[in-house]
């Protein structure tokens, strides 16, 4: 009969939960999928900023490298042209002195100026890398054509007597260098001015070359905020995405463990009419039957009074029998379910629990009650008398203790149970066993919270809080005291 009714419970607990999840392979294959997109899509935003940085930093490099040429050539050329017009208006003056100057010495250091002047002019003309490298080199050439032309006019010059340069020194000074000097003036100053123009030009390619590198850059950015922004849009959408499927899924394993939750709280209410009845089919039916058995042998007993002894003696060995089986089936039936915790409530079969297990342990129990309601629900009473016998059991096969206290007491619409001993502990680390995990499911199946402190040496505290139900609660606060 109990195994029909523990099977009809079980067929009756629930809905079988089946697992609507794709196979492990199938989702290992599309996050590798997704992981490498991702990958190939950062890959490219990484790259295409690292172009635009090696871009940048190469037009940037050539940018300063073409100026410092470029400035360096114009510093250069401006130099030269300076040097060259002031040793032409130098050499115009030596050329006074000489042809005007009286005395024949000062007239010679003149004429001996000059010559240096003309060397250092030549030599500087010589030199391929002292002016810029202009477009039409034609102006350099008129240049050294004029300043030729200067000195060769100034030859005859330098071999005139003194009373020559008298006569002549002031009208070859007015007719012939000064016109020859001025010129050469003006097409060095066109140079300076070329030059000038040049290096304008060349500023005019540099804005030219910071525009292409800006355009460069503004396309390189807009190009890496779109692919940055599609990325994005594909990542939010993705992650959005795996929140659905991930809150799914939770939503999926709440109702299962709601399913267990509520799957468990029927098999333990199962079980305790499995043992109620059977308790009571112990209690009722067969240790009334012993009971009749043993009254027959007692009348059976007097019967055999004339009758020899070994008769009489086998009666009384079958009437022990009796009644030590009739002992054990009443103490399997207070085992399975204790009759004074239905007849006589909770208080009562709490005493009865910790007197037993006292007279077979020696330990010392004791068992407080404070303010409990008159009338308690029997799921709470099951669930109060299963989780202190499950304590004591635990006490007396682990905790090697020698006093455990037991207190039941009610306040603000709660039932408080506390189980305290002063055993060897153990520590909370550890894997929780069956009775632990079972009494953890009942206190859970009535929207309770169960906590155990315990350390070694320091001995347990279980401590388990079930809320009441509203008419209790305010019968309780009704009462008088």
């Not at 040097?83 to 115009?92: A, N, P």
């Not at 037991?406 to 506390?418: C, F, N, Q, S």
Request: proline letters at 4%.
């Amino acid at each position: 009969m109990a195994s029909n009714a523990l099977g009809l419970s079980s067929q009756r607990a629930g809905p079988a939960i089946t697992d609507p999840s794709p196979p492990v392979s199938q989702v290992a294959r599309h996050f590798l999928t997704t992981r490498a997109v991702l990958a190939l899509g950062f890959g490219v935003l990484l790259i295409l900023l690292v172009l635009s940085g090696v871009n940048a930093v190469s037009v940037l490099t050539r940018l300063q490298s073409s100026d410092e040429s470029t400035l360096r050539e114009f510093l250069s050329g401006a130099k030269q042209l300076d040097e060259i017009r002031t040793s032409v208006y130098l050499s115009g003056t030596y050329v006074r002195d000489y042809l005007l100057e009286p005395d024949l010495e000062r007239a010679e250091q003149s004429r001996m100026a000059l010559s240096g002047i003309r060397f250092q002019i030549e030599a500087m003309l010589a030199d391929p890398g002292a002016f810029p490298r202009l477009p039409d080199q034609r102006m350099y050439q008129s240049l050294r054509q004029e300043l030729r032309e200067y000195w060769e006019a100034l030859d005859p010059v330098l071999g005139w007597t003194a009373r020559q340069r008298r006569q002549d020194g002031y009208r070859f000074l007015r007719d012939v260098v000064l016109p020859r000097r001025s010129s050469t003036l003006n097409i060095a100053d066109t140079i300076a001015a070329v030059n000038q123009q040049q290096l304008m030009e060349q500023d005019h390619r540099l804005l030219d070359m910071f525009s292409t590198l800006r355009n460069r850059l503004i396309a390189a950015l807009v190009l890496m905020f779109s692919f940055g922004f599609i990325l994005a849009c594909a990542s939010t959408v993705h992650l959005l995405r795996l929140e659905r499927q991930t809150l799914a899924h939770l939503s999926e394993v709440t109702v299962a463990r709601q399913e267990l939750r509520s799957l468990s709280a029927k098999l333990v209410n199962s079980q305790e009419n499995e043992r109620k009845s059977i308790s009571r089919e112990l209690h009722d039916a067969v240790g009334q039957s012993m009971s009749a058995v043993q009254f027959e042998l007692h009348d059976l007993a007097v019967a055999l009074a004339p009758y020899p002894e070994p008769l009489r003696t086998r009666v009384d060995r079958i009437r022990e029998l009796v009644e030590s089986n009739l002992a054990m089936i009443r103490n399997m039936a207070l085992l399975l379910r204790p009759s004074m915790l239905d007849d006589l409530g909770l208080s009562a079969a709490l005493q009865w629990q910790a007197q037993q297990v006292a007279r077979s342990t020696g330990i010392e129990i004791r068992v407080e009650e404070d303010g409990l309601p008159p009338e308690i629900p029997d799921e709470h009473k099951t669930c109060i008398f299963r989780l202190v016998q499950e304590a004591l059991n635990n006490v007396c096969r682990h905790s090697n203790a020698d006093v455990v206290f037991i207190g039941v007491r009610a306040d603000d619409a709660k039932i408080t149970v506390t189980v305290q001993d002063n055993g060897r502990g153990f520590s909370r680390n550890g894997t929780k066993g069956l009775g632990l995990i079972g009494m953890q499911e009942r206190v859970d199946s009535l929207g309770g919270r169960l906590k155990i402190d315990s350390s070694p040496g320091k001995g347990t505290v279980v401590e388990a809080s079930l809320a009441l139900p509203q008419h209790l609660t305010t019968l309780s606060s009704a009462l008088p005291g």
